[in-house]
């Protein structure tokens, strides 16, 4: 069983647009993650939700929602997507959010590759 | 802001060098981790490091937490083509669950 699964695996979209990555984890982590990776690797974090609720929301443009259902998954859906969003998405999940001492062992999905045509 | 920085940005060994990567923060961190993204893949956890001075190993890894908890390195012994990848390290600060990552050195290793 994937620990964290993501879909669609690849995207490719027509500027403007607007798309949904969903993301699952099972298991039974408190706390979820969106990061994105450019092309050059950098990995920076977009959002993280612990039990459903945002706890961090770095600056990212507002075309950009994250949705959390339920502590188990964690969606993000982009608004009239631009050239600059093409990127890979990862989704992660960690036990817990206060961190110490090996909580927060992330555990990523497979990634997202968002090419935005 | 905090700033995470790696070097070098990329390393090509020969099978059964050594090889080693350095992490450097610009605050004083609580705990670091360190993750390997094989070539298409997705990031995976190795270790996290917490006690200033602190020195782990994985077989052929060793990993250590500088006294100033600033700095973190990563080695490898005899590297082999399953090492090849790109290793991260991600500081936190205030044992926070917002880890940094750094920009990550990119291993090759020619058989």
């Known amino acids: 069983d994937t620990a964290v699964s993501q879909t669609p695996k690849y995207l490719v979209t027509q500027m403007g647009n607007d798309k949904s990555i969903k993301c699952e984890q099972n298991l039974g982590h408190d706390t979820m993650y969106w990061y994105k990776q450019d092309s050059k690797k950098f990995l920076k974090i977009m959002f993280s939700?612990?039990?459903?609720?945002?706890?961090i929301n770095e600056t990212v443009p507002n075309r950009f929602s994250p949705k959390s259902p339920d502590k188990a998954h964690l969606n993000l859906h982009i608004n009239s997507l631009e050239l600059g969003d093409s990127a890979v998405y990862f989704c992660?999940?960690?036990?817990?959010?206060?961190?110490?001492?090996?909580?927060?062992?992330?555990?990523f999905g497979q990634g997202t590759r968002l090419t935005v045509v | 802001g905090q700033q995470v920085m790696q070097i070098p940005q990329y390393q090509h060994v020969q099978e059964g060098e050594d090889f080693t990567t350095y992490c450097n923060s610009s605050?004083?961190?609580?705990?670091i981790q360190w993750y390997k993204q094989r070539p298409g893949g997705h990031p995976v956890f190795l270790i996290q490091l917490v006690k200033s001075g602190e020195v782990k190993k994985q077989k052929r890894l060793t990993f250590q937490f500088g006294e100033a908890k600033k700095n973190s390195s990563l080695h490898i012994t005899a590297t082999q083509t399953t090492d090849v990848g790109t290793y991260f390290c991600a500081g936190g600060v205030n044992y926070g669950q917002n880890f940094v990552f750094g920009p990550g050195t990119r291993l090759s290793v020619l058989p």
């Open positions: 992660a999940s960690s036990q817990d959010w206060t961190g110490g001492l090996g909580n927060t062992e992330a555990f």
């Open positions: 605050t004083t961190l609580s705990n």
């Open positions: 939700y612990n039990n459903k609720e945002l706890i």
